[in-house]
């Protein structure tokens, strides 16, 4: 049986706004456990001295000038992503492109195998949060998107609901490859006390801050929110009933979800959702909002609710502060299925993934030599 070839070291693109850099570092941090080296290239706002190390403790950190599709003004802004980033490939020899954006496959001249991993998309945002297509001036978000999907040699997805969107959304024919999101943290059982822990991007519309806020309200357990209110196109979203944390380092976040009895996650908008894993992993009873991939992920270990009811989001984390047999019965449950999202089995379907992409071309290389 002919073993295929395992990549010593690759590109990995990242931003330091979301939940790329979770997954980049995590993931970086399993690969480099079996032997593959990882040389992060950043876009869009730099990251702070504390992301820094942490990247540069696991590989090489380059960051790039050219900005995030979602944050660029037009086409013209991505002009020089492809050719920056297939410059840094060359400089640092690497056998293989892991991008974790679409549209970063666009002008991209390399000899190398570009593995594309899809985490969300200003498409799918669009249809899932406001319910319609993209309007006229982010169609051509729509277009760099479907051209990088067709360029890659695989494409990846974190949820088997992300892929049916990528589906629908796009009229490109894919072969996409489902690979779960993980986490590291290891599973506790800690002492909880009365309060409830979210934690996310509140001024982006996806993630439903407003409804939450709204919700806390009407709890009889404060509600803690942490993540910025502030995007760095000028959102904004004001927390009034909630308590906001800010911004907070993911060691502090953690540092807070591991007392939390309770997570609530009221996101419209979620193509995985690493805090309600992180938050099953340390033990507490998950109340999410009712799409699917929640649903996918979760099954009969939360309690779902309507994200557009603040009332039902209440009602929910309310019924749970009273009724401490359902909560133990919940975390007892999602801390079970959390078990399945491990780190190594992440970095074995990624690395499969990378090998098959590296076949591919060593088999098109032969055929166009011969």
């Known amino acids: 049986m002919t073993r295929l070839p395992v990549p010593r070291r690759i590109l990995m693109t990242v931003d330091a706004v979301g939940?790329?850099?979770?997954?980049?570092?995590?993931?970086?941090r399993g690969l480099s456990a079996a032997g593959i080296t990882t040389v992060f290239a950043g876009f869009g706002p730099e990251p702070d001295d504390a992301k820094r190390r942490e990247a540069e403790a696991l590989g090489k950190l380059v960051w790039l000038t050219a900005p995030l599709d979602w944050m660029a003004q037009s086409e013209r802004d991505l002009c020089e992503v492809g050719p920056q980033i297939a410059a840094l490939a060359a400089r640092e020899g690497v056998d293989l492109l892991h991008l974790n954006l679409p549209s970063q496959a666009v002008d991209l001249v390399v000899e190398r195998p570009v593995v594309t991993v899809s985490h969300s998309c200003v498409v799918t945002w669009f249809s899932a949060v406001r319910g319609h297509s993209v309007p006229e001036p982010w169609a051509w978000q729509e277009r760099v998107n479907a051209e990088g999907l067709r360029r890659s040699d695989a494409v990846v997805v974190p949820s088997g609901s992300h892929a049916d969107m990528i589906t629908r959304s796009y009229d490109v024919m894919l072969q996409l490859s489902v690979v779960y999101n993980?986490?590291?943290?290891?599973?506790?059982?800690?002492?909880?006390?009365?309060?409830?822990?979210?934690?996310?991007?509140?001024?982006?519309?996806?993630?439903?801050?407003r409804a939450l806020?709204?919700?806390?309200?009407?709890?009889?357990?404060?509600?803690?929110?942490?993540?910025?209110?502030?995007?760095?196109?000028?959102?904004?979203?004001?927390?009034?009933?909630?308590?906001?944390?800010?911004?907070?380092?993911?060691?502090?976040?953690?540092?807070?979800?591991?007392?939390?009895?309770?997570?609530?996650?009221?996101?419209?908008?979620?193509?995985?959702?690493?805090?309600?894993?992180?938050?099953?992993?340390?033990?507490?009873?998950?109340?999410?909002?009712?799409?699917?991939?929640?649903?996918?992920?979760w099954q009969d270990a939360a309690l779902f609710v309507d994200p557009h009811d603040p009332r039902a989001i209440a009602d929910a984390i309310n019924r749970l502060s009273h009724d401490s047999a359902l909560r133990l019965a919940l975390s007892t449950r999602s801390q079970a299925v959390s078990s399945a999202f491990t780190l190594e089995r992440q970095v074995n379907d990624m690395t499969r993934i990378y090998q098959r992409a590296l076949a591919r071309q060593s088999l098109h290389a032969v055929a166009e030599s011969s």
């Not at 939940?19 to 970086?28: E, K, N």
């Not at 599973?187 to 934690?199: L, N, Q």
């Open 182 to 209: 993980a986490t590291r943290l290891p599973a506790e059982t800690p002492r909880k006390e009365p309060f409830v822990f979210a934690a996310g991007r509140w001024w982006d519309d996806g993630k439903n801050g």
């Open 19 to 28: 939940g790329v850099w979770r997954y980049a570092m995590d993931l970086a």
């Open 213 to 297: 806020d709204e919700a806390a309200e009407h709890t009889h357990w404060p509600i803690l929110m942490a993540g910025p209110t502030r995007g760095p196109s000028g959102q904004q979203v004001a927390l009034l009933a909630a308590k906001s944390k800010g911004e907070l380092s993911h060691s502090d976040t953690m540092n807070h979800l591991v007392k939390a009895a309770i997570f609530v996650s009221p996101s419209i908008y979620e193509p995985f959702g690493l805090a309600a894993l992180e938050a099953a992993r340390l033990g507490a009873a998950l109340v999410l909002s009712d799409i699917p991939t929640y649903r996918e992920l």
